[in-house]
Nanobody
């Protein structure tokens, strides 16, 4: 089954930056709208950004102006550049299609200290 593998998380101080990567194998990657999701402890998983096959992007209001999603179809990889991080961005970050058709990966932990 197709799966995404996320990487790039870590511990960062508020105001810092991280770049997450997500490699997807075994799918027609370029056709799909890809998305980044996050799940904080005790919270539901939410979509924070998406990018379609013509690179049109959408963001949840809480990350607009701070996060940038991009994709490299030749590498079957989607990225999330996160700037001006806040403690409330602390979560496990996952990627999947916008329709959640891939098997969920392990995610990558992002922790923002105040």
């Amino acid at each position: 089954q197709v799966q995404a593998v996320e990487s790039g998380g870590g511990l960062v101080q508020a105001g810092g930056s991280l770049r997450l990567s997500c490699a997807v194998s075994g799918s027609i990657f370029w056709m799909n709208t890809m998305a980044w999701y996050r799940q904080a402890p005790g919270e539901q998983r939410e979509m924070v950004a998406s990018i379609n096959n013509v690179r049109r992007t959408n963001y949840v209001d809480s990350v607009k102006g701070r996060f940038t999603i991009s994709r490299d179809n030749a590498r079957n990889t989607v990225y999330l550049q996160m700037n001006s991080l806040k403690p409330e961005d602390t979560a496990v970050y996952y990627c999947n299609t916008a329709d959640r058709t891939l098997r969920w990966g392990q995610g990558t932990q992002v922790t923002v200290s105040s």
